[in-house]
């Protein structure tokens, strides 16, 4: 069955970045839109961006355009999402989750990782 | 502020029905884009509850209807029960920000 198991829980300093992993497996994801989304304490969801591994194109959101960096590695089906000057406003649940396409449903999401901003 | 509106919370009673509306805009819903409905139970990932406006998943509960009009949609829950209490979260895509959208979700009660 499809399966996203993302990397452990992080604490990071403001002004560092932080890298969080996304492992796929239990099917194609080459030509998914595996998403990233994030949810601070006790707000909404806040799509940040996604990769389409096969055409190699990623898509951000706006606000995050200049801070964060998603990757593939295909070898591994492995996704990453580094996001970089890190502030305490960051501090939230980082998911990853698949989708057909760009703006289609997120049908399958990790399980979530905790990044903790603190000085 | 999100792209799309949502209540912040609604409530129902065991057994009744309860509506929760998204509405969003010309570059978004009204656009022609599909909305998409999820479910998060507390300390847990969203849940898929109904795909591209009126279709759900297998294993959602038929209680889950969703629907979409113009610049807007609803998610419909009928005979309300106790494990549906949960934050309800609405999803779109627009065409000016050229991006996923999501409405700020709605917190439903079960009296």
């Known amino acids: 069955q499809v399966q996203l198991v993302q990397s452990g829980a992080e604490v990071k300093k403001p002004g560092s970045s932080v890298t969080v992993s996304c492992k796929t497996s239990?099917?194609?994801?080459?030509?998914?839109?595996l998403n990233w989304v994030r949810q601070a304490p006790g707000q909404g969801l806040e799509w940040m961006g996604g990769?389409?591994?096969?055409?190699?194109?990623?898509n951000y959101a706006q606000k995050f355009q200049d801070r964060v960096s998603i990757i593939m590695d295909e070898s591994t089906t492995t996704a990453y999402m580094e996001l970089s000057s890190l502030r305490s406003e960051d501090t939230a649940m980082y998911y990853c989750?698949?989708?057909?396409?760009?703006?289609?449903?997120?049908?399958?999401w990790g399980q979530g990782t905790l990044v903790t901003v603190s000085a | 502020q999100s792209v799309l509106t949502q209540p912040p919370s609604v409530s129902g009673a065991p057994g009744q029905r309860v509506t929760i509306s998204c509405t969003g805009s010309?570059?978004?819903?009204?656009?022609?884009?599909?909305v998409h409905w999820y479910q998060q139970l507390p300390g847990t990932a969203p849940k898929l509850l109904i795909y591209?406006?009126?279709n759900r998943p297998s294993g959602v509960p038929d209680r889950f209807s969703g629907s979409k009009s113009g610049t807007s949609a609803s998610l419909a829950i009928t005979g309300l029960q106790a494990e549906d209490e949960a934050d309800y979260y609405c999803?779109?895509?627009?065409?000016?920000?050229?991006?996923?959208?999501f409405g700020g979700g709605t917190k439903l009660t079960v009296l």
């Open positions: 010309s570059s978004n819903i009204g656009a022609g884009y599909d």
């Open positions: 989750a698949r989708a057909h396409r760009w703006g289609a449903n997120l049908d399958y």
């Open positions: 999803q779109s895509y627009d065409n000016d920000l050229r991006g996923v959208v």
């Open positions: 239990g099917g194609s994801f080459s030509t998914y839109a």
């Open positions: 990769i389409i591994p096969f055409f190699g194109t990623t």
């Open positions: 591209a406006n009126t």
